[in-house]
């Protein structure tokens, strides 16, 4: 193997269990040639945030916090971003694995400042419809908590939230590391 000067990756996360990243990690390194990077972006740290103070977020937050079973679990349509612990240290782990020159940097939905698109408030209805259908698989559970009823008056009430200016964040998590060897080691 060896054979890549680069290796870059996308949202690995959304199909794979937590249990598997680090073994991705360790295979995707195999890929590289001495001194070769990798690169993987994903998303993470989904956060509600109210652009207009004293807006009500209860509903969307409702919504948020029904998905707990899919973060328990090993389901991979949830992804990193329901299950990330805060204050993960990516960098450590990928030195861990014996990358150099190991750095993330973080890019917020947050910071997306083009108004006439509309991409706060259409990112953030197109997440709440997939944590809604999430919601929907729980309809008949074991626990009987969430009902076809209870799930489409959530929806009403975060809907309006949103018309009223609550919003989510979405980070994209940019790491890239380098395999040991190679010329730019000389320089250390």
């Not at 809907?159 to 190679?182: F, N, P, S, W």
Request: net charge negative.
């Amino acid at each position: 193997m060896g054979t890549y000067d680069i290796v870059a990756v996308r949202f690995i996360s959304s199909g794979t269990p937590r249990a598997d990243w680090t073994r991705a990690v360790e295979n995707l390194i195999t890929l590289l040639k001495p001194g070769g990077w990798l690169q993987w972006i994903d998303s993470c740290n989904f956060t509600l945030y109210n652009s207009v103070p004293g807006t009500s977020r209860a509903a969307c937050q409702e919504i948020y916090d029904g998905l707990d079973s899919f973060r328990a679990g090993e389901d991979v349509v949830i992804g990193l971003m329901m299950r990330e612990g805060r204050n993960m240290k990516r960098e450590q782990a990928w030195e861990g694995l014996g990358l150099v020159n190991v750095h993330e940097d973080v890019f917020s939905t947050d910071r997306l400042q083009e108004p006439e698109l509309h991409l706060r408030e259409k990112g953030t209805r197109n997440i709440m419809d997939c944590f809604l259908a999430c919601l929907y698989s729980l309809v008949d559970g074991e626990k009987g908590e969430w009902t076809k009823e209870r799930i489409e008056l959530l929806k009403r009430d975060a809907m309006k939230e949103i018309d009223e200016g609550v919003y989510h964040t979405l980070d994209q998590v940019c790491i890239v590391g380098r395999q040991a060897g190679g010329t730019g080691d000389k320089h250390v």
